[in-house]
């Protein structure tokens, strides 16, 4: 860009060099020397003169606009259009530059200040939020002590006595249900520490084999309950360094999902696991009912539940798979699914085999 | 385990223990006293830190169960009086939380002298099998 200032220099000088080249011309020829003279002398006058008042002029333009340049310099850097150097000029191109930079400023400095409120605002809520689900698990955890205890004496039958069947099995569906109450305040303390950054990951060698063996023999009566057949589909025997009870936690979370969603005595679920050089990728794989495309994009998300229909008849809270995914990820893997729907679902999680420095904010 | 601790200590029967539980909840102790009387136990309680911690300082109890959470003089403020006096060490401690605590922490409180931990909600049979463990150890 060429400053204005440069251009009416180069125009008032070509100009008086013209009328400057006329005299001269006129002299030299010597038509009329008189007249050639007076030219000459009334070039160098003009020329003078356009010097003088572009001078003038130029400064009178580019004062004010490198004054307004200054500003927004300084108001790029503070964001604060108040307290500004004053610009006077009678130039009313610049009078309205500077009039609408002024009120852009304002609108931008009144914006800023209303974002910082409800930046300041949503951070309030975050810190209530996880206030507020702190003190929930903990007030829900105290009543569960005795409950659970109480319960837990009753099916041993010493505090009451001998029960009879019908006696033993209310209470055994008393405790089922206090100890569903108490997984759910587990996965919501879960979820918090999660979305803080605070869940804790203890890492150790795993033997991949046993531990398949283990959720196998774990969850084999579960599954059974519903006919179902749990099997480990996997010669995988080498070692991982990892966090064994959290991993466990994601297969109890995607196997009980598998149980809720296959057909009684018609399910299968295969567990296993492969590896290459620096990974180890786990499967849960169903023949349940299948999620539809949509949900597949949603299910990993907090609270979320396959449509209310469904969720009647199903357990769960829609924190299961937010779990796996914020555990997985917390190890430096990745979380995944694929399904067709009426013909099953399988989750891929997958691991690195060596110790990652687990992200663990305080 | 039971025969193993008359072996080591002939003092502590495991059969018959004398438990302090100090939790601000008397619904917890209540449950907690009603479980272990049934195993027989003996009990007695303190539902605050301070009457808990004149309690431990008589040294009657083979083990001391102790809330982390109650208002004001709590588990911590507890185990520090203890520490200060040199005590901690000398007393058979569980402590047991439903508070937001992190294993670190728990362990860290075991390194400076607490014999075990165990969180709420509780399994009696695990606290009382930490109770004999921690009696006997």
Request: some cysteine; proline content about 2%; hydrophobic content about 40%.
């Amino acid at each position: 860009m060429i400053p204005i200032k440069h251009i009416l220099f180069l125009v008032s000088g070509v100009s008086s060099f013209i009328i400057f080249y006329m005299g001269l011309v006129n002299y030299l020829t010597a038509v009329e020397q008189s007249t050639g003279m007076i030219l000459l002398v009334f070039a160098t006058v003009v020329a003078a003169g356009t010097l003088l008042s572009t001078v003038y002029i130029s400064k009178s333009i580019t004062k004010p606009i490198e004054k307004l340049a200054q500003n927004m310099t300084e108001f790029s850097k503070t964001n604060k259009i108040t307290n500004r150097k004053p610009i006077n000029t009678n130039i009313k191109e610049i009078h309205e530059l500077n009039d609408n930079f002024q009120s852009m400023g304002q609108k931008v400095e009144k914006t800023i200040a209303v974002q910082k409120e409800y930046v300041e605002k949503l951070k309030e809520i975050d810190r209530k939020k996880v206030e507020f689900s702190s003190m929930v698990s903990h007030e829900l955890k105290t009543p569960l002590v005795p409950i659970l205890g109480y319960v837990q004496m009753l099916q041993k039958q010493e505090l009451m006595g001998e029960l009879n069947k019908k006696q033993l099995d209310a209470v055994d569906e008393i405790y089922a249900s206090a100890l569903k109450l108490q997984r759910l305040v587990g996965d919501i303390l879960t979820t918090q520490k999660l979305d803080l950054g605070k869940l804790e990951f203890n890492q150790e060698n795993i033997d991949i084999a046993e531990l398949l063996n283990s959720i196998i023999k774990d969850f084999s009566p579960i599954a059974s309950q519903k006919n179902i057949h749990l099997i480990k589909d996997s010669t995988e025997n080498g070692v991982i360094f990892s966090d064994k009870d959290r991993i466990n936690q994601v297969f109890s979370n995607l196997i009980k999902n598998a149980i809720d969603f296959v057909e009684f005595g018609k399910g299968q679920i295969t567990i296993g696991a492969k590896t290459d050089k620096k990974f180890v990728e786990f499967f849960v794989k169903d023949n349940g009912v299948g999620i539809s495309e949509t949900n597949q994009k949603e299910i990993f998300k907090t609270f979320y539940q396959i449509d209310t229909s469904t969720s009647r008849k199903r357990n769960g809270s829609g924190l299961g798979l937010a779990i796996c995914k914020g555990i997985i990820e917390g190890l430096g893997g990745k979380i995944w699914v694929e399904s067709k729907e009426n013909v099953g679902t399988t989750f891929y999680f997958e691991i690195p085999k060596q110790p990652i420095k687990v992200n663990i904010k305080k | 385990m039971s025969k193993n601790s008359t072996m080591r200590d002939s003092k502590i029967n495991s059969n018959h223990l004398n438990i302090l539980i100090i939790d601000d909840n008397e619904q917890i102790t209540k449950m907690i006293t009603t479980f272990l009387e049934l195993k027989n136990h003996n009990c007695r309680v303190a539902n605050d830190g301070k009457q808990g911690l004149a309690l431990i300082q008589e040294n009657k109890h083979d083990v001391v169960l102790l809330d982390l959470a109650m208002p004001e003089f709590d588990g911590y403020a507890v185990i520090k009086a203890l520490e200060n006096n040199d005590m901690l060490k000398n007393n058979k401690i569980i402590v047991f939380t439903a508070s937001t605590i992190t294993q670190d922490e728990l362990e860290e409180l075991v390194s400076r002298g607490v014999t075990s931990y165990i969180l709420k909600p509780i399994d009696i049979d695990l606290l009382l099998s930490k109770i004999i463990e921690s009696a006997t150890s």
